[in-house]
C-alpha cells in the first residue's frame, strides 16, 4: 500500500489529468464565436467543434479502458496526455475548419485511453485505505465541476488573449501532469487477453452512430430520415453488441460489470445526472451572454459560485455522508436537490439574482451525486478489470451528456419558437429536472448499507466473496 504523502501526490495528479479532460468538453463553448469569426465557418458547422470531440470520446471509451487493461494504466495515462496534448496544440494551430475538427476529434480519441486510466490509477491506490471516500470526493468534484471550469477559463483566455489558448493551456497542464505521473503513479498490471474484434467494432460503431444521430438532430430535425436511420442503426448495433459480449470468451466488457447492483445502478445514475449538468452548462452560458449580456469572462465568473457548490457537493459526499450513511442517501438526496434546483432555474428573468440560487442548488446536488457514484464504478471488480469498468462509467457520462444535450435542445428551440428564448431555457431546465427526478428514484436500488459498493456478504469480509482460481468477483 503506497504511503500516505504519495496518495497524495496520486490524487493531485490524477484530478488534475481528469480537470483537462473535463474542461475540455466546455471551454471551446465560450470561445467558440471568436473562434468562427477568426476562421470564417459557418452557424451549421460550429456544432462539428463541440460534436467531434464527445463523438470521439464517447464511442471510444470502452477500447480505451480495454487498451488500458493490456498497457497497464499507468502507461495508458502517460500516453493519453502526450497524444492529448499533441492534439491541443495542433487545434491552437488551426488555420481551418477541418483542422480544428480534426483536433478536436484526436482529443477524443486520446481522452478515451486518459479518464479511465486516471478512474482505474485512483481506485487501485485508494481502494481499502481510510482516504478512500475523500479521494473519490476529490476526484468527483472535478468531474461534476470541471465543465463550470471550462465556461470561466474559455473565458478568460479568449478575453485576455486568444481563443486559441483554450487548446494552448491543455499543453501547459500535460507537461505538468506528466511529469508528476512519471514521479508518483506507481506501476500497474498488465494483462493480455485476446482481442474482441467484433465487440469492439459493435461498440465503437454503436455508441458513434447513436451520439451522430442525438448530435444532428438540432440540424436535421427528428423526423428526418438520416437521423432515424442512425439512431436506429445504433440501437441494433448496440444490441448486437450485448449479444456478441454474452457469448464470447473474451469480451470487451463482461456483462458481470454490468449486473454488479452497485455498479449497475451507479452508470444509469451517472447517464441521467450528465443528461442535466452537461445541458446547463450549455444553457446557461447562453442565458449568460445572450440574454443578460455579459462578455465572455464576466459569464465565466457567473458560473463560480456553481463550480464551487459542485466542489462542496462532492467533497461531503464523498468523505463524509458515504462512509457514514453508505452510498444510497447522499446519490438520491443530492439528485434530488440537483433536480430542486433545475426546478428553481426555470424562474430565470433578466438578472443573474434569477438563476442564482437554482445554480448553487444543482451544483450541490450533482456533486453530492458524482462523489459518489464515482467511487463505485470500479469496486469489486479484479485489478485487471479496472481499466474497462472506469471506462464504463465516463463511456455513460459522455453519451449521457450527449444525449441529454441534443434532447434539451431540441425542447428548447420547440418553446423558444412559440414563447421566445426565456421560454426555450425554461424548457431544457425542466427537462434536466426530470432527469435529475429520475435518477433519484433509481438511486434506491441501491443497497440500503453500502460504501462505495462494498456490502457485507454471508459473513464475509465486506466486498469479499469467495471466487475460483483468483477470478475476478462481481456481485
Known amino acids: 500500500m503506497a504511503s500516505v504523502e504519495r496518495r497524495g501526490w496520486v490524487l493531485a495528479v490524477v484530478a488534475l489529468a481528469q480537470l483537462m479532460v473535463v474542461l475540455d ?116 468534484a472535478v468531474a461534476g465541476g470541471g465543465g463550470a471550469i471550462g465556461l470561466l477559463l474559455g473565458g478568460v483566455l479568449t478575453d485576455l488573449l486568444s481563443w486559441r489558448w483554450c487548446l494552448f493551456v491543455n499543453v501547459v497542464i500535460a507537461v505538468v501532469v506528466i511529469a508528476g505521473g512519471l514521479f508518483a503513479l506507481p506501476s500497474t498490471t498488465r494483462v493480455k487477453p485476446r482481442t474482441d474484434w467484433w465487440g469492439t467494432g459493435l461498440a465503437v460503431a454503436g455508441l458513434f452512430a447513436l451520439v451522430l444521430g442525438f448530435g444532428r438532430t438540432e440540424a436535421l430535425g427528428w423526423g428526418s430520415a438520416t437521423t432515424l436511420i442512425t439512431l436506429g442503426a445504433g440501437l441494433v448495433l448496440l444490441v448486437a453488441f450485448v449479444i456478441v459480449q454474452a457469448r464470447t470468451e473474451t469480451p470487451l466488457l463482461p456483462l458481470t460489470i454490468l449486473r454488479s447492483r452497485v455498479r449497475g445502478t451507479s452508470y444509469a445514475v451517472m447517464f441521467l445526472a450528465a443528461v442535466g449538468m452537461f445541458s446547463v452548462y450549455l444553457f446557461l452560458a447562453y442565458y449568460l451572454q445572450r440574454t443578460l449580456g455579459f462578455t465572455p469572462v464576466l459569464a465565466g465568473v457567473a458560473f463560480l459560485p456553481m463550480a464551487v457548490s459542485v466542489a462542496v457537493g462532492s467533497a461531503t459526499s464523498g468523505a463524509v455522508l458515504v462512509p457514514r450513511f453508505g452510498i444510497r442517501p447522499p446519490v438520491a438526496g443530492g439528485a434530488l436537490v440537483a433536480a430542486i434546483g433545475f426546478v428553481a432555474l426555470t424562474a430565470a428573468g433578466g438578472s443573474y439574482a434569477t438563476v442564482l440560487p437554482g445554480m448553487i442548488m444543482a451544483g450541490l446536488g450533482l456533486g453530492a451525486v458524482f462523489g459518489s457514484t464515482m467511487g463505485s464504478a470500479a469496486d469489486g471488480v479484479s485489478p485487471a478489470q479496472t481499466g474497462i469498468a472506469s471506462a464504463t462509467i465516463n463511456t455513460t457520462q459522455q453519451i449521457g451528456g450527449s444525449i441529454g444535450i441534443a434532447l434539451l435542445t431540441g425542447l428548447s428551440l420547440s418553446a423558444t419558437r412559440s414563447g421566445g428564448d426565456l421560454a426555450g431555457y425554461h424548457a431544457a431546465f425542466w427537462g434536466a429536472a426530470v432527469a435529475l427526478a429520475l435518477a433519484a428514484v433509481i438511486a434506491t436500488l441501491y443497497p440500503k448499507r453500502s460504501a462505495h459498493g462494498q456490502v457485507p456478504h454471508r459473513g464475509a469480509p465486506e466486498g469479499v466473496r469467495p471466487a475460483a482460481r483468483g477470478s475476478a468477483v462481481h456481485r
Open 25 to 140: 468538453a466546455t471551454i471551446v463553448n465560450i470561445a467558440l464565436p471568436a473562434a468562427q469569426a477568426d476562421l470564417g465557418f459557418g452557424d451549421a458547422d460550429r456544432q462539428w467543434v463541440v460534436i467531434s470531440y464527445s463523438l470521439c470520446f464517447g464511442s471510444l471509451l470502452l477500447v480505451g479502458g480495454r487498451l488500458n487493461d493490456r498497457l497497464g494504466a499507468r502507461t495508458g495515462f502517460v500516453v493519453g496526455l502526450a497524444g492529448f496534448a499533441l492534439a491541443s496544440a495542433v487545434g491552437g494551430f488551426a488555420t481551418n475548419l477541418a483542422v480544428l475538427v480534426a483536433a478536436r476529434a484526436a482529443q477524443g480519441v486520446f481522452a478515451a485511453l486518459l479518464a479511465p486510466a486516471a478512474l482505474a490509477v485512483l481506485s487501485l491506490t485508494f481502494r481499502g485505505t481510510p482516504d478512500q471516500g475523500r479521494a473519490f470526493g476529490v476526484y468527483g
